[in-house]
């Protein structure tokens, strides 16, 4: 058995920054398999995750190493997906389901928001559902409309669910770790373009809470909240802001819901103006949210400028990669954007 690390809401949380490096799809996997050695009750399963590796080759060597009965390949039925999970976790198993891509999490919603989102609420706390599903979102493969989705506004809105975003493979391997130990339903979202990206991460189990912002950078003169994808590329948008003496800091919630926005609240009353990027379509996103809160709260009071979002335009994705590009908003969008509201621009 591994004895897990568990990091508190009193311990600060940061990155590693030297150490072994692995990709984003590694420390999933890495995630995934310790908490099968540690509990069990821990099993995976879905679509081509088995024999094939996951159709990003993130479960691969995972049912050579505990075999069928725990690593279990499924027909093609997101619905089943869902509701297997759900089954299981009510009697007492810690099951990881991945949904190939999040388009098709639409075949699951029945599951998934009138059941296992309201199960643990309407047994008054007597029924548990230890459930993670995994994910991957986002575009950026020329996937085209039915490939490329982010779905996390639709289950933030949902109570009963928790909704994770993780940007970097530090965050993804804790926050997974964090997720399975749930005693709730998790969506865990991990976007493609994320996988192959590199970072030091611990070989130990370690958990960072459902809980907590993380602040990715500082600065001083405009605050960026970005998730996912979105965070490295801010974090490359403020490098090339740097040089023009414009200094962001970068808001990474991890967590959707429970939304964590204090340290958001913290930053912005520092630098007195604030931008929200998301790669998901504007209206209805989850920058709504995000602006709502901070404009409730003792920041308003600190605010030079409104509040902006700069997110996804309102139309499927496109199959073309130069329209696809356009879509979603790029380091170049997010440096101008940036620039404008430091210098006054809106």
């Known amino acids: 058995m591994l004895e897990p690390q ?16 692995i990709t984003y799809a590694q420390a999933v996997r890495e995630a995934i398999r310790q908490a099968m050695l540690a509990d069990e009750r821990v099993f995976l399963f879905g679509e081509d995750v088995g ?9 691969d060597g995972l049912l050579e190493e505990f075999g069928p009965e725990r690593v279990r390949d499924t027909p093609i039925s997101e619905a089943v997906i869902a509701g297997t999970a759900i089954g299981a976790a ?14 098709f999490i639409t075949l699951s919603m029945e599951q998934l928001v009138l059941q296992g989102a309201k199960m643990r609420f309407m047994f008054g706390g007597k029924a548990r559902v230890p459930l993670v599903l995994r994910t991957p979102a986002g575009s ?14 639709w289950f933030v809105h949902v109570p009963g669910l928790k909704v994770v975003m993780p940007a970097t493979p530090y965050d993804v391997k804790g926050l997974l770790l964090a997720a399975i130990e749930d005693d709730n339903p998790v969506i865990f979202v991990e976007n493609k373009l994320l996988y192959k990206t590199r970072g030091v991460v611990p070989e130990e189990y370690y ?15 405009l605050t960026i909240v970005a998730y996912s994808i979105m965070v490295p590329r801010a974090l490359e948008a403020a490098a090339e802001l740097a ?11 991890r967590t959707l819901k429970p939304f964590d926005p204090e340290p958001m609240i913290r930053s912005v009353k520092k630098t007195g103006k604030a931008l ?14 995000v602006v709502a809160q901070l404009v409730a709260s003792e920041a308003f009071d600190y605010l030079d400028a409104p509040v902006h979002r700069l997110a996804g335009l309102d139309i499927p994705i496109p199959y073309n ?19 404008a509201l430091v210098r006054g621009e809106y």
Do not use: C, N, W
């Open 6 to 21: 568990i990091l508190t809401a009193t311990q600060p949380i940061e990155t590693e920054t030297t150490g072994r490096e």
């Open 51 to 59: 024999v094939y590796g996951g159709a990003f080759g993130v479960s």
């Open 90 to 103: 009510a009697t007492g198993m810690r099951p990881i389901a991945e949904i190939q891509f999040m388009d």
């Open 140 to 153: 950026g493969t020329g996937a085209a409309a039915q490939h490329s989705e982010s779905l996390e506004a």
């Open 207 to 221: 958990t960072i809470p459902l809980s907590q912002s993380d602040i990715k950078r500082k600065g001083t003169d």
């Open 243 to 253: 040089k023009e003496g414009i200094e962001i800091e970068l808001v990474d919630p």
């Open 276 to 289: 929200v990027v998301h790669e998901a379509p504007i209206t209805g996103g989850f920058g709504g949210e």
């Open 321 to 339: 990669r130069e329209l696809e590009r356009r879509t979603i908003p790029q380091v170049e969008d997010i440096v101008r954007e940036a620039r």
